[in-house]
């Protein structure tokens, strides 16, 4: 049979692959208008010479193999073509460090606006250059030329190359179809490609898509640190139906299945309230499950392996991660198997001891976390984790939002009106703590116009030359913090520390003399008033031989009683600025009340709810010992 090419001439041809290449023009309709065949009109392309005029027609002993039952035409070799992945590559590229930048900015400010900004962001302009880039990678790799792909989706694409062999061509345009898809929608996996793929880690990657949990933007910024690895507790104060729940049993359910043979507890002050937990976890792995076997015909996949309701109930997941659900009734029975992941519920509820003792050393040995979930409920342990979130202390986080902060509420009008009317039928007190998180001292602070005295976004001061400041400093013994106060002549507390030995570069007594001279130098060799309780006299009299200004102070009931009677007077008098900054002070302040007042002496017991009062102790010396008047020859008069 005579070939049909050979009627045409080397220009002649040049001129077909021209046409070929031009951009209104696919190599199927040049094929039929000239009647030549596919493979024929590929090989000229594959050795055409765009720097000649001349074409160098090469005819293969073989013609290329042409895959049958497939879903598009043809399979045969890529043509030249520009490469794309770097392209596609240095888009997501961009996009990911613009994600990188928002989330940046939401750590650094309180502004919601941002965070709307962060959820509203589409990226559909990325998303079309991206996916017109795979496309264009896609012809190349079928042989098609300028074939329009615009009504082609990337499931179809996905779905060609996942029932193709293997490539490292195939491979790579499958991996940053993935990586569109996510940036599509950042909480989902390409399902095409998930759906294609039978491990069930992959299948379950992101649970969110089957539950459909929308964080508000207070539950966001516990989600976005839930990964710190600096972090080890999350204290999560907040207001009744504020959605703390709801958050911590998607943390943890996320936790269970991301680490495979994962041990996890959800403890609660009762069974009751851990019977209502657990209902609600098992609805959401059977929703997870439901939704992973709708209109499927293969075998069920299982996403709960086996639940247990008695003595204490408990699921086991796919991946061999339980989720036990415990009762603080007994504390006794929470000693045992190391904890990876835990959420202590209504936590202010529960005794301090019970988590000091039982519950902490479960997370020792495999370093697990623990999230720490409760409307407040005085002044106790819960108040005092809370603060050192506050406070910044390593390894703590603290997060804080009122029942009206639940934005994600059905009927959100309905949600402010009955806590208005809670406000009506009850204490100021009880709604202060129910409603809107408020730790509500259950003794009540004695220092009544506290916040009066609090020095909005103050700042410490620098010493100034020539002015005269007094310290205050409480000996920290044991675990407690050695805390220096320093207030200038108008009673303002212009700067504060605290440390302990162990921590801080602090070793030992001679580091601790160090750092209070230091303070007492930088600040022109200011009085220093110390505690000299407990035997510590001797530590006043090395103080007094490095030439420091020092004042003893012991405590007794009824002196401490006279200095802290004097600080209420000052601060119900406005006497004393304190600025904002100096967190630690305020908040042992705000703890500080009447304890006991059944003493045999008779006497008033003054100590903190909390757990610390050694900034309270400071204030008090430093109070002392800083003048109320100023005499006609500039003599203090104390």
């Known amino acids: 049979m005579k070939d049909k090419t050979s009627q045409y001439s080397d220009k002649e041809k040049l001129s077909i692959v021209r046409e070929c290449l031009a951009k209104d023009r696919s190599i199927k309709h040049i094929s039929k208008k000239y009647d030549i065949p596919i493979t024929i009109l590929q090989l000229w392309l594959n050795n055409a010479n765009s720097n000649s005029q001349t074409l160098k027609i090469v005819k293969p002993d073989k013609l290329p193999t042409i895959k049958k039952n497939h879903v598009h035409e043809t399979v045969i070799k890529p043509i030249e073509v520009e490469d794309h992945r770097s392209d596609i590559q240095e888009i997501i590229n961009k996009e990911i460090l613009l994600e990188h930048k928002i989330e940046k900015e939401l750590r650094l400010s309180n502004e919601k606006e941002i965070f709307e900004k962060y959820l509203e962001k589409t990226n559909e302009n990325i998303i079309k250059t991206a996916t017109r880039v795979i496309k264009n990678k896609h012809n190349a790799l079928t042989g098609k030329i300028n074939v329009s792909t615009s009504k082609k989706s990337l499931v179809e694409i996905s779905d060609y190359y996942l029932n193709s062999d293997v490539t490292k061509d195939t491979k790579e345009i499958l991996d940053l179809i993935a990586k569109v898809n996510q940036l599509h ?41 839930i990964d710190d690895k600096k972090t080890k507790f999350f204290v999560v104060c907040a207001g009744r139906r504020s959605g703390k729940t709801i958050l911590s049993q998607y943390i943890l359910l996320q936790k269970a299945n991301e680490k495979p043979n994962s041990i996890l507890w959800w403890v609660t002050p009762t069974y009751d309230i851990g019977k209502r937990v657990f209902l609600s976890i098992r609805e959401w792995c059977n929703k997870i499950e439901k939704s992973i076997n709708s209109n499927k015909d293969t075998a069920k996949i299982k996403f709960i392996e086996k639940i247990a309701e008695f003595p204490m109930p408990v699921i086991e997941l796919y991946n061999g991660s339980r989720i036990h659900i415990m009762s603080a009734v007994r504390p006794e ?306």
Request: proline share 2%; aromatic share 10%.
């Open 185 to 225: 929608n950042r909480n989902r996996v390409d399902e095409l490609i998930v759906h294609n793929t039978h491990n069930k880690n992959e299948l379950f990657r992101d649970i969110n898509k089957y539950i459909g949990f929308k964080p508000h933007y207070h539950q966001y910024k516990v989600l976005s640190d």
């Open 333 to 638: 029975g929470l000693q045992g198997e190391g904890v990876d992941f835990m959420v202590i519920d209504e936590a202010a509820s529960i005794k301090g001891i019970v988590w000091e003792q039982y519950l902490h050393p479960t997370l020792m040995d495999k370093r697990g976390k623990c999230i720490f979930i409760s409307t407040p409920k005085g002044l106790n342990y819960f108040y005092d984790l809370y603060r050192r979130g506050e406070n910044k202390e390593k390894g703590y986080k603290s997060y804080h939002f009122t029942t009206l902060d639940n934005d994600m509420m059905i009927n959100t009008d309905e949600i402010k009106n009955d806590v208005e009317q809670y406000k009506r039928d009850h204490p100021e007190s009880l709604y202060k703590q129910e409603m809107l998180a408020e730790f509500v001292s259950e003794y009540g602070s004695i220092f009544k116009n506290l916040m009066e005295c609090v020095l909005k976004n103050g700042v410490y001061l620098k010493p100034v030359a020539n002015l005269d400041y007094f310290v205050g400093v409480d000996l920290g013994k044991d675990q407690n913090y050695t805390f220096i106060v320093v207030m200038n002549r108008d009673r303002r507390v212009v700067y504060t520390t605290r440390f302990n030995i162990g921590t801080d570069g602090i070793n030992n007594w001679s580091d601790i003399k160090t750092e209070i001279i230091k303070v007492v130098l930088k600040y022109n060799n200011a009085l220093c008033a110390v505690d000299a309780t407990s035997n510590q006299s001797s530590f006043v009299e090395e103080l007094q031989r490095e030439h420091i200004r020092v004042k003893s102070v012991k405590f007794t009931q009824q002196s401490k009683n006279d200095m802290v009677e004097k600080l209420m007077v000052d601060i119900s008098e406005n006497r004393i600025t304190i600025p904002e900054v100096a967190k630690i002070l305020i908040n042992e302040l705000t703890a500080y009340g009447i304890k006991d007042t059944s003493s045999s002496s008779g006497l008033l017991k003054y100590q903190t709810s909390g757990k610390h009062d050694d900034g309270v102790d400071a204030l008090l010396m430093c109070n002392v010992i800083t003048p109320n008047v100023v005499n006609f020859y500039g003599n203090y008069i104390v």
